[in-house]
């Protein structure tokens, strides 16, 4: 299993661009990697998802450099809301591939 | 329509007692989870099910059973609880067995007394 590592916590203000990055060195070539992101009293909720390179929704970004022993999710122009815990998730889409393990989550504070 | 639903939202209950956490989802997953995540925010898998058969099962307590009446429940008893047991349990559900695209619902705070 791919272990994953993240920072503790991270603070920004409103309006920044926060990167968060995830190391993977043990990633397998069938995994991908997944961000969730869980605000209190909630479920972790799906937010990006990518194998390689630069993957954009209208949430974030995710880099995957060519190795893809680590990534970084990109938050554009954060604000209040986006205070939550992100976890970053290294996995096989598929069945038969193992399980997929949640790292221990970055705490982002956003202040005004 | 919500995904994944799970109910109570909160439990509190005395060490010793038996209760049960229930989770239904209405996506047609074939899979479904039950996690724990303490008081630091650490998420661990517990137990997972793929069309009713058990596929996951961490070293959990026997005192913890889960149990798949059909692929979309998945219910998760518990006997004789303990102060450890307090925790927030998610229920999720995926497509796939073991794939890293999963569908959470809000949990259930346990808290022992």
């Known amino acids: 299993l791919a272990k994953t590592t993240q920072p503790i916590s991270m603070d920004s203000y409103e309006g920044q661009e926060v990167n968060i990055t995830c190391s993977h060195n043990n990633i397998a070539t069938n995994d991908y990697i997944t961000w969730y992101q869980q605000f209190p009293s909630q479920g972790p909720r799906f937010i990006i998802q990518?194998?390689?390179t630069k993957v954009t929704n209208e949430v974030a970004s995710l880099f995957i450099p060519a190795d893809r022993k680590s990534s970084t999710l990109s938050l554009p122009r954060v604000s209040l809301s986006d205070t939550a815990v992100y976890y970053c998730?290294?996995?096989?889409?598929?069945?038969?591939?193992?399980?997929?393990?949640f790292g221990d989550g970055t705490t982002l504070t956003v202040k005004p | 329509d919500t995904a994944v639903s799970q109910t109570p939202k909160y439990l509190v209950t005395q060490m010793g007692n038996d209760k049960s956490i229930k989770c239904e989802q209405n996506?047609?997953?074939?899979?479904m989870y039950w996690y724990k995540q303490d008081s630091k925010k650490f998420l661990k898998i517990m137990f997972s099910?793929?069309?009713?058969?058990?596929?996951i099962n961490e070293t959990v307590p026997n005192r913890f059973s889960p149990k798949s009446p059909d692929k979309a429940h998945l219910n998760l008893h518990i006997n004789s609880l303990e102060l450890g047991d307090s925790a927030v349990y998610f229920c999720a559900s995926s497509q796939l067995q073991g794939s890293s695209t999963q569908h959470f619902g809000d949990g259930t705070r346990l808290s022992i007394l």
């Open positions: 998730l290294v996995g096989s889409l598929n069945t038969n591939a193992g399980k997929s393990t």
């Open positions: 996506l047609g997953h074939d899979t």
């Open positions: 990518g194998y390689k």
């Open positions: 099910y793929n069309n009713k058969e058990l596929i």
